[in-house]
């Protein structure tokens, strides 16, 4: 059973940061393109950051320069450290696993999801 669980998320001060992370099961970590995706209230969600298994990264605004995504194949797990985070930044965000760069299909696979609340 394919398992992606997020946490490290919670309420943060402006300008603080915090460190998601997901742990992966159920399939071939080190076969997917591991992704951070967010959805703020009545918005669309968005990709925030992916990383390609061999580690090849690609970041997407408008959280480009505050974040950075990693990943321990070894684990089966993905990070996202976010830095001056910004009250727009408020949203749920999500793992994703998929298997085309910067592509999300119906085959892919997603967490359920952590809140990141920062206020204004």
């Known amino acids: 059973q394919v398992q992606l669980v997020e946490s490290g998320g919670g309420l943060v001060q402006p300008g603080g940061s915090l460190r998601l992370s997901c742990a992966a099961s159920g399939f071939t970590f080190d076969n997917y393109v591991m992704n951070w995706y967010r959805q703020a209230p009545g918005k669309a969600r968005e990709l925030v950051a992916a990383?390609?298994?061999?580690?090849?990264?690609s970041y997407l605004f408008p959280m480009k320069g505050r974040v950075t995504i990693s990943r321990d194949n070894a684990k089966n797990a993905v990070y996202l450290q976010m830095n001056s985070l910004k009250s727009e930044d408020t949203a749920v965000y999500y793992c994703?696993?998929?298997?085309?760069?910067?592509?999300?299909?119906?085959?892919?696979?997603w967490g359920q999801g952590t809140q990141v609340t920062v206020p204004s």
């Open positions: 990383i390609k298994p061999d580690g090849i990264t």
């Open positions: 994703n696993a998929g298997r085309i760069f910067l592509t999300t299909t119906g085959d892919d696979f």
